[in-house]
């Protein structure tokens, strides 16, 4: 079974404010104000207030402000934006700085497996956390390349050392949660993504996820129940997906079809899933090929 990660954790940012400064480059009063600046695009962007984050790093650049942290953040807040393209130009010319290389590496693995380049990006990642053992976004990142190579025991070990090192751990809950999930420990994810959700409530990613958990154990109404219409299609989609790949035909074909009522138009994933649902029925074991809706 194919299913879509959430990269929402790889995303998070954490506060940069203790990294890539160097005191002698500057007078106390310069490294004050550099200093501020940093805690303040920090905040912003651990906050998701993009447009702020954005004007703040302008203002620091005009103000002629040269501290290698702003190079980091900028490749933070284009990762923020799904630019992990620029984002990657961005860290590895920030690396130059001995001060910021661990994190410029942290950044650029990230980049690299946005961008699909999972050789890379583990090499990447490694190469952060020796650098750094503290990286936690490094290792949680290094979890889901052992993920993407069923080298479950290896994701397991990064996701605790993540849990171990990270400022926000909520991340880290949902893609070990999913990580267990395509390992069918089905319980033991439900519980990493309320761990999750716990912690940030609002966070989507873990939310999608435990309904898809619930629906892998057979719990379909609860995973579709208090749906949105924004979100019912999609929801269903899932939920029958899950019921395919559990066996359960019936209830896969009752779901499919809901979901692409609900959609009102033309659904293409769902209608795929719902054939897919019916060839299993008709006996045709054949290799799933649609996704999750995610």
Same mark, same amino acid.
Request: proline share 3%.
């Given at each position: 079974?194919?299913?879509?990660?959430?990269?929402?954790?790889?995303?998070?940012?954490?506060?940069?404010?203790?990294?890539?400064?160097?005191?002698?480059?500057?007078?106390?009063?310069?490294?004050?104000?550099?200093?501020?600046?940093?805690?303040?695009? @920090?905040?912003?962007?651990?906050?998701?207030?993009?447009?702020?984050?954005?004007?703040?790093?302008?203002?620091?650049?005009?103000?002629?402000?040269?501290?290698?942290?702003?190079?980091?953040?900028?490749?933070?807040?284009?990762?923020?934006?799904?630019?992990?393209?620029?984002?990657?130009?961005?860290?590895?010319?920030?690396?130059?700085?001995?001060?910021?290389?661990?994190?410029?590496?942290?950044?650029?693995?990230?980049?690299? @497996?946005?961008?699909?380049?999972?050789?890379?990006?583990?090499?990447?990642?490694?190469?952060?956390?020796?650098?750094?053992?503290?990286?936690?976004?490094?290792?949680?990142?290094?979890?889901? &390349?052992?993920?993407?190579?069923?080298?479950?025991?290896?994701?397991?070990?990064?996701?605790?050392?993540?849990?171990?090192?990270?400022?926000?751990?909520?991340?880290?809950?949902?893609?070990?949660?999913?990580?267990?999930?395509?390992?069918?420990?089905?319980?033991?994810?439900?519980?990493?993504?309320?761990?999750?959700?716990?912690?940030?409530?609002?966070?989507?990613? $873990?939310?999608?996820?435990?309904?898809?958990?619930?629906?892998?154990?057979?719990?379909?109404?609860?995973?579709? @129940?208090?749906?949105?219409?924004? &979100?019912?299609?999609?929801?269903?989609?899932?939920?029958?997906?899950?019921?395919?790949?559990?066996?359960?035909?019936?209830?896969?074909?009752?779901?499919?079809?809901? $979901?692409?009522?609900?959609?009102?138009?033309?659904?293409?994933?769902? @209608?795929?899933?719902?054939?897919? $649902?019916?060839?299993?029925?008709?006996?045709?074991?054949?290799?799933?090929?649609?996704?999750?809706?995610?």
């Amino acid at each position: 079974m194919t299913l879509n990660r959430t990269l929402a954790c790889w995303l998070t940012i954490v506060a940069l404010a203790g990294a890539a400064w160097s005191p002698t480059l500057a007078s106390p009063a310069a490294s004050a104000i550099a200093d501020a600046r940093v805690a303040d695009i @920090s905040r912003a962007l651990d906050e998701r207030r993009l447009v702020d984050a954005g004007r703040m790093l302008d203002q620091a650049l005009l103000a002629g402000v040269q501290d290698a942290r702003l190079d980091l953040l900028t490749g933070e807040l284009q990762l923020a934006r799904g630019r992990p393209a620029d984002a990657l130009e961005t860290f590895t010319r920030a690396g130059a700085a001995p001060s910021a290389h661990a994190a410029a590496r942290q950044g650029a693995g990230l980049a690299l @497996s946005l961008l699909g380049k999972s050789d890379e990006a583990r090499a990447a990642l490694e190469e952060a956390v020796a650098a750094d053992p503290h990286a936690g976004r490094a290792w949680n990142g290094l979890g889901a &390349e052992h993920d993407r190579r069923r080298e479950w025991a290896q994701a397991e070990a990064a996701y605790e050392r993540a849990l171990a090192t990270s400022a926000d751990p909520a991340p880290v809950y949902n893609n070990r949660g999913f990580s267990r999930l395509l390992q069918g420990r089905l319980d033991e994810a439900v519980a990493d993504f309320v761990q999750a959700l716990e912690r940030k409530p609002d966070m989507d990613a $873990a939310r999608t996820n435990l309904r898809l958990a619930m629906a892998m154990r057979g719990e379909y109404d609860r995973a579709v @129940s208090g749906a949105t219409p924004a &979100e019912a299609a999609a929801l269903l989609n899932n939920a029958g997906f899950a019921a395919a790949v559990r066996g359960d035909y019936r209830q896969a074909d009752t779901l499919l079809t809901q $979901a692409i009522k609900a959609r009102g138009e033309y659904y293409q994933r769902a @209608s795929a899933n719902l054939q897919y $649902a019916r060839d299993l029925a008709a006996g045709d074991q054949r290799r799933p090929t649609a996704n999750a809706d995610r």
